[in-house]
């Protein structure tokens, strides 16, 4: 792999794309992690039906299990109604934070990094099946504010 080529990691180490583009390997956006930190820089699934991340669906208490996984283990956090799924969202950018440090991608920074689509795209996206995220009822700036405790 190029970003091996690119910078040598140490034993027990393997080489992280910090802006998470595996196709963008300049050194700046490289660096060295575990393999615990380097699973905790990934995008939300594709195949998430929530559109949050760290958030599981319980059929049992129809329900949102908020969860995150560090080193192998998962960690429970909670449980919210569909409404609050924003709030689970902040629970586990908090634990993502907490654990992962700098290699945290939290569910903030994922929002951050969506391109809005022009309105024909978004049609067309949606015509083809993409799963649309809780945080599409919420502008930006609320988002913003629940982070920051406003």
Same mark, same amino acid.
């Given at each position: 792999?190029?970003?091996?080529?690119?910078?040598?990691? +140490?034993?027990?180490?393997?080489?992280?794309?910090?802006?998470?583009?595996?196709?963008?390997?300049?050194? *700046?956006?490289?660096?060295?992690?575990?393999?615990?930190?380097?699973?905790?820089?990934?995008?939300?699934? +594709? #195949?998430?039906? +929530?559109?949050?991340?760290?958030?599981?669906?319980?059929?049992g208490t129809e329900k949102w299990i908020i969860s995150i996984t560090v080193n192998g283990k998962r960690h429970y956090l909670g449980r919210v109604s569909t409404e609050d799924l924003h709030v689970?969202?902040?629970?586990?950018?908090?634990?993502?934070?907490?654990?992962?440090? !700098?290699?945290?991608?939290?569910?903030?920074?994922?929002?951050?990094? !969506?391109?809005? #689509?022009?309105?024909?795209?978004?049609?067309?996206?949606?015509?083809?099946?993409?799963?649309? +995220?809780?945080?599409?009822?919420?502008?930006?700036?609320?988002? *913003?504010?629940?982070?920051?405790?406003?």
């Open positions: 792999m190029m970003q091996n080529v690119v910078m040598k990691a +140490s034993p027990g180490r393997i080489i992280d794309h910090e802006n998470v583009d595996t196709r963008d390997n300049q050194k *700046d956006n490289l660096r060295e992690a575990t393999m615990s930190q380097n699973c905790a820089n990934r995008r939300l699934s +594709s #195949l998430s039906t +929530s559109g949050v991340k760290g958030a599981a669906w319980d059929r689970g969202a902040a629970m586990y950018d908090e634990a993502a934070i907490k654990y992962f440090g !700098e290699f945290a991608m939290t569910n903030a920074r994922l929002r951050q990094m !969506e391109s809005p #689509l022009p309105p024909e795209k978004e049609t067309e996206q949606r015509r083809k099946g993409r799963k649309r +995220s809780v945080f599409d009822a919420f502008s930006v700036d609320c988002f *913003d504010k629940f982070q920051m405790g406003n």
